[in-house]
C-alpha cells in the first residue's frame, strides 16, 4: 500500500517534471479520479425517463432543434445545413470535445456561444438568448449526436490559461455561506443537503431536463443556481468566468460518457 | 477495511434503488381527508358507497421532485361492452386545488390502464376513484413523499 | 394571450398484430400555468392548460383525458387500445381558451 502510494507520487512528479522541461505547465491532477455520473445520484424514476428517448421531455426540444438546424435564417440565407450538412454526421463528437479554444477568436467557447458566433458572423442572424428555448433547443439537438461519446476536452497550449481561470473559480471559496465548488461536490458528495442528494457536479449531462423547472437548462444556469445557492453573487451567463468554469468542468468530467439530454431533479 | 467518509458507487445505488416504482399499499380509505378533496370525491360518489379494491395505483413512494411525479393507474376490469370501467378520477388530498385528472375510458381500449405525470405541492395522499358502467364505485388511497415540492395545481 | 401548443409525439409499437392490446403515448410541449405562480412583478400570471385530450379511432371517440393545473408541463398520457382492425388515429389536445392541435397516425397490423 505505503510502496504504491510512493509509487504513485513519483509517477505524478515524474509527469510534472518532463512537462517542466517541454516548457509546458504541469498536468493537472483532478481531485476525483475515477468521476461518477450524476446519473449514479437520481432515483430509478427519473432515470426512466431519462432512459427512454419517449418518456424523455428534452426530445422536445431536440426536435425543435432539428427543425432550427434545417431553417434559413438571417441576411445570408442559409441555415445551419447549409455549411454542415447533415448534423447526425457533422455533429458527432462535438459536444464531446466543447468548450474548444477557438484559434480565430483566441479564446475558448462554449457550445452556446460557437452557435452564435456561427449566427451573426456567418449567418447575418441575430444572437440567441443565453438559456433561451430556441438555443436550449439547438444546443440539445447537437448534443444529442455525441451521446455515449467520452468527454474529451483538450486544455493544452493557448487553451491552458482559460482552464486555470475555471479552475480558479471552481476552488474560490464565495457567497455569504463562504464555500467552494468542492465544497459540495467533493467533500460531501452522496450526502443529503437538505431534501437533495449531492452528486459530483459532472457537467456531461447538460443539457438537461430538469423537473424542477420543467424545461431544459444549459449549464450555465445550473451554475447560477449553485452560487446562489451558497449567496454569492452569481456572474451573467454567456460571460467570460462561467464559460472558463464550464471548461474546468468537462475537464474534470473527462471519460464520462456525454449523456445529454439527461433528467435531473 | 475502515468505512469509506462518502458512500460508495454501490452505496448510492443501492439507495437509489430504494426509490422504485412500486404499487403503493393502499391506505384505509376512510382516514379523513382534506375539505376540499372530500368535497370532490363526495361529488363523485353522489349518494354510492365505494368500494375498496380492484385499483392499483403506480408511484414512486418518494418522488424526487413533486412537479414531474410519474403515475399508472390500472383497475381490474375486463373491458367489455357489458363490463367495463367508464371513468378513472385522480384526486390529490392537499394541492391547493384537488382535482388531478379524470380519465374517460371505453371497451376499445381493452385495458383500463393509464399513465400521466403529475404535481404534488407537498407529501400527501393520492385518491383514486373507478366509475363502472353498472354505476358501481372503487377508491384507493396511497401516500405519495415528496422531497422538493412542486407548484401543485 | 394563451401559449403556443407545441408540436405533438405519439407512439405506437411498430408492428401489432390483430387482437393484441397496445400502449398508445402521447407527449405534447406545453408549460401547463397552473395559475397560482407570479410574476417577477408580482402579478398573478393568467392559468393557461392543455384542458382536454381525446383520442378518436375512425372517427369514434375511444380514450378521453380531463387535465387539472395538477399535470405536470408537457403533458405525458398513455393509454390502452385493442388492435380489432387498421384504420386511423386522431389525437386533441385543446387549451383554455378552446384552441387546439391535432395528430394523425395509422395504425397498421402486422
Not at chain 2, 439507495?15 to 376540499?36: E, F, K, T, Y
Not at chain 2, 405525470?117 to 407529501?123: A, E, K, S, Y
Not at chain 2, 400527501?124 to 407548484?151: H, P, Y
Request: aromatic share 6%; charged share 20%; proline share 7%.
Amino acid at each position: 500500500m505505503r510502496r504504491a502510494a510512493l509509487v504513485g507520487i513519483g509517477a505524478a512528479a515524474l509527469v510534472a517534471a518532463v512537462a517542466l522541461a517541454q516548457g509546458g505547465p504541469p498536468e493537472p491532477q483532478r481531485q476525483i479520479p475515477n468521476p461518477m455520473s450524476g446519473r449514479h445520484f437520481a432515483t430509478p424514476e427519473t432515470l426512466a425517463i431519462q432512459d427512454d428517448d419517449f418518456l424523455n421531455p428534452a426530445f422536445l426540444w431536440v426536435e425543435e432543434g432539428e427543425e432550427a438546424w434545417n431553417r434559413v435564417e438571417g441576411t445570408s440565407g442559409q441555415s445551419c445545413a447549409s455549411c454542415h450538412q447533415d448534423a447526425r454526421e457533422t455533429m458527432r463528437g462535438v459536444r464531446a470535445r466543447m468548450p474548444a479554444y477557438h484559434p480565430r477568436l483566441q479564446r475558448v467557447v462554449t457550445l452556446e456561444q460557437q452557435v452564435n458566433i456561427c449566427r451573426t458572423e456567418r449567418m447575418g442572424a441575430p444572437a440567441l438568448p443565453i438559456d433561451s428555448r430556441p438555443l436550449n433547443a439547438i444546443t440539445t439537438f447537437i448534443a444529442l449526436q455525441s451521446r455515449g461519446m467520452p468527454v474529451n476536452v483538450d486544455i493544452s497550449g493557448p487553451a491552458r490559461p482559460f482552464f486555470d481561470a475555471g479552475e480558479r473559480f471552481y476552488n474560490t471559496r464565495r457567497g455569504q455561506l463562504d464555500m467552494r465548488c468542492g465544497s459540495c461536490h467533493e467533500d460531501n458528495y452522496g450526502r443529503y443537503l437538505r431534501a437533495d442528494l449531492l452528486s459530483q457536479g459532472m457537467s456531461n449531462g447538460f443539457p438537461t431536463y430538469r423537473l424542477k423547472e420543467q424545461r431544459v437548462i444549459s449549464l450555465q444556469f445550473r451554475l447560477q443556481g449553485c452560487v446562489n445557492d451558497v449567496r454569492g453573487e452569481a456572474p451573467p451567463m454567456g460571460g467570460e468566468e462561467f464559460t472558463n468554469l464550464e471548461f474546468y468542468l468537462a475537464w474534470r468530467a473527462q471519460g464520462l460518457p456525454v449523456e445529454s439530454p439527461s433528467v435531473r431533479r | 477495511m475502515t468505512t469509506p467518509r462518502t458512500p460508495t458507487r454501490r452505496g448510492v445505488l443501492a439507495l437509489a434503488a430504494a426509490g422504485a416504482a412500486v404499487a403503493i399499499l393502499p391506505l384505509p380509505a376512510s382516514a379523513q381527508l382534506s375539505a376540499g378533496a372530500q368535497a370532490a370525491v363526495d361529488r363523485v360518489r353522489g349518494s354510492r358507497t365505494p368500494q375498496e379494491g380492484r385499483i392499483t395505483l403506480r408511484a414512486p413512494p418518494i418522488a424526487e421532485n413533486g412537479n414531474t411525479v410519474p403515475i399508472t393507474v390500472s383497475v381490474e376490469s375486463p373491458m367489455t361492452a357489458a363490463d367495463h370501467v367508464q371513468r378513472i378520477h385522480v384526486f390529490a388530498d392537499k394541492n391547493p386545488t384537488p382535482d388531478v385528472a379524470v380519465f374517460h375510458l371505453t371497451p376499445a381500449t381493452g385495458r383500463a390502464q393509464v399513465d400521466t405525470r403529475i404535481r404534488l405541492g407537498q407529501t400527501q395522499d393520492l385518491i383514486v376513484l373507478a366509475e363502472m358502467n353498472d354505476g358501481s364505485l372503487f377508491i384507493t388511497r396511497a401516500e405519495v413523499k415528496v422531497t422538493i415540492g412542486g407548484c401543485g395545481g | 394571450m394563451a401559449a403556443p401548443i407545441g408540436q405533438p409525439r405519439v407512439r405506437l409499437p411498430a408492428q401489432v398484430r390483430a387482437g393484441e392490446i397496445i400502449e398508445i403515448r402521447t407527449l405534447i410541449s406545453h408549460v401547463m400555468e397552473t395559475g397560482q405562480r407570479r410574476d417577477q412583478a408580482g402579478n398573478v400570471i393568467p392559468r393557461d392548460i392543455i384542458r382536454r385530450f381525446e383520442a378518436k379511432f375512425e372517427g369514434e371517440l375511444v380514450f378521453a383525458m380531463d387535465l387539472a393545473p395538477a399535470i405536470s408541463a408537457n403533458p405525458y398520457i398513455a393509454f390502452q387500445f385493442k388492435a380489432e382492425r387498421p384504420g386511423r388515429f386522431e389525437f386533441t389536445w385543446t387549451n383554455d381558451a378552446g384552441e387546439s392541435r391535432t395528430a394523425t397516425q395509422d395504425l397498421r397490423l402486422a
